[in-house]
């Protein structure tokens, strides 16, 4: 391995085009992974992933849908299939920590059309994304100046800033700050909500469980939490995406597992507990969760803490969700650059195809999540990871299948493409490239897991174990 370590690119370019490999994309896979001008320099601190603003504002939607259980369930069923796809992309990112990751990954070891719709479907999810978070910062601008003149201004500032970020390298580290102010806003209300709860507001009122109490109307329906689950894939849609910066990441093989295995107290503390206490601080037909605002008078947590005589607390939670929208649209602008480097390196075409509304994206993730999970399944063989990989399969199907299930009692034609537009765009994007490329499906016997796959020499440095408090708060939190 030494001696490798010594050859430049070219020598090491020539031993590999040496060696026979088991298709007919290995050649181009070697010359890609090593011609691949993207630098190493993110720490495992930058890969938190991302929390948008469906967790602080949407949460309140799914509360008043489908009461305090119906949305618990929702939000843990959505979890248990998102962290299914963070497992199986995490596997394969650290066995193959390369650019492109799961649309590289499904291309290689699935079928090349099927790489070249996955990485399409990703990237388009991100553009989507991107003008949605951006949408979403600049209401939460309003909260604080409701002049409707200034949204251009605070539109082209927010874009600049997200585009400056980009730009400016991946040593910065704006993510993790803003990972940081995002995780400990969701604590701080996770323990203030607790104290209102047992009465130590202002107000002095003990809640309890009076708030999730069972609702006169039966609310846990399948059409209601079909609906919220519809939401809580919205805020969970990105989570997978720590993997995208597998080959900007010091010691990926290491950072990257790191940062799978935490994803699950995230989940757990961040989005299941947060639901929980929201059902128990909030009754599901409180008048105010009509408020359609989009700024920090819609989140549940402003809610309850007016009721119990906070006052202060929106403008705090207001800046926490607007750090949380830019940040989410930085990510997704980071995230969607990558994935289109990934496509144009590849094969990918001109066009691009234009779609709205955050269902959408939330349709696409669970379309992306089903591809992630179903590569993992044709090019790995662990058992245990195997049944998560077929409950994400599952699930995601049915998900696909049924989101748009409430169009069928009452039919609207832009409410039935919003909710199945994602299928046709991805099997004309599959089935185009296949058509005009003659591709195949790889035989596991075919599948090349060997080339421009750097080895554990070549990526991982040795750990340096935390020596400050703050550095050990950060290896507990990141």
Known sequence: MADIEKQDSTDLKADIAAVQVPNATAALNADFQLSDPLKRRLKQRHIAGTIGTGLFLGSGEALRVAGPLGALIAYMLVGTVAYSSLCSVGEMTTFAPISGTFPHFAARWVDPA???????????????????EVAAAVILLGFWDDNASHAAIYTAVICVLMCAINIFGVRHTAEFFFALIK????IGLLLAGLVIDLGGGPNHDRIGFRASAPPNEYRIRFLAIMSVIIQAAFSFTGMELVAIAASETESPRRNIGKAVNRVVYRIVVFYILGILMIGMLVSYNDDALLNTSGNAAQSPFVIA???AGVKVLPHIINAAVFTSAFSAGNSYLFCGSRILYCVSSGAGTSFLVRVWLQNLTATGGFIGWFCINLTYRTCI?????LILAWWGIFWTVFFTLVNGYAVFFSFDISDFLVAYINL???ASLYVGYKFI????????EDMDLVTGIPSIEETEKSEIPPRTLLERIAALLF
């Open 183 to 186: 995780l400990s806003t969701i």
């Open 305 to 307: 803490f007016n009721r």
């Open 114 to 132: 099927f790489g070249f719709a996955v990485g399409w479907n990703y990237f388009y999810g991100q553009a989507i994304s991107v003008p949605v």
């Open 381 to 385: 063989t662990t058992l245990g990871n």
């Open 424 to 426: 046709p765009i991805f």
């Open 437 to 444: 490329m003659r591709t195949r499906i790889w035989k596991p």
